[in-house]
């Protein structure tokens, strides 16, 4: 069946949101041992990475945490230190991929409705889509609510069928999600997700620019 809606997930898919967490994370514990933080770099990254991963992304005290386990002071200098040079950080490197624009604007002369749908916190994921400048592209937006029902909830408002609507991401949580709902989907086999398997992907990409060729060839089948 012809597709006649696209919706984008944002990390590393509009943007390479692994990139950025990295050298954020990284920039950010360099700046507290400038300040006086009194450890190792590897030992205090490698602490702050596992606490990343028990208390999840949008934890606010990674670096409380941090200095916890490893039994050292909460010193609040060194705290600013770090959250300073981590939000400098992303900000310097929450830039659309190079063909993002284009690819998005070329789906849009097409025809296909365009929109976006993330499963982060609404007002983060917004700030995303609002400093890398695309909030003006997209015809809808579903931000921090993606899960099967909110795709089933998106065929009913645009009033399509499952088979008419492709989603696209680089999460293969998020891709099973869409699948379970009917939708056909697209993987961007890229970041920090590149060597997870996703159930059932109709197809697998490299980058947003191959997009629109797929789109063209699911439309096809």
Known sequence: MTVKLVIFDVDDVLYDATLQKRNARENAVRAMIDAGLPVDYEVFLDKLREVIEEKGEDYGKHFDETLMRLGLKIDPRIIAAGVVAYHDTKRAYLKPFPN??????????????????????????????????????????????????TFKKILKEVGIESSAAVFITANPILANEAK?????????????????????????????WEVEKAIENLSKE
Request: with cysteine.
């Open 180 to 208: 379970k709902a009917g939708w056909r989907v697209i993987r961007i086999r890229r970041g920090k997700w590149a060597m997870k398997e996703a159930e059932r992907p109709d197809v697998e990409v490299q980058s947003i």
């Open 100 to 149: 993002a624009f284009k690819g998005i604007l070329l789906l849009r002369e097409k025809g296909y409705r365009v929109g976006v749908c993330t499963a982060g916190q609404s007002i983060k994921d917004w700030e995303k889509i609002i400093r890398l400048g695309m909030h003006h592209l997209f015809h809808y937006a579903w931000v921090g609510e993606a899960c099967e029902e």
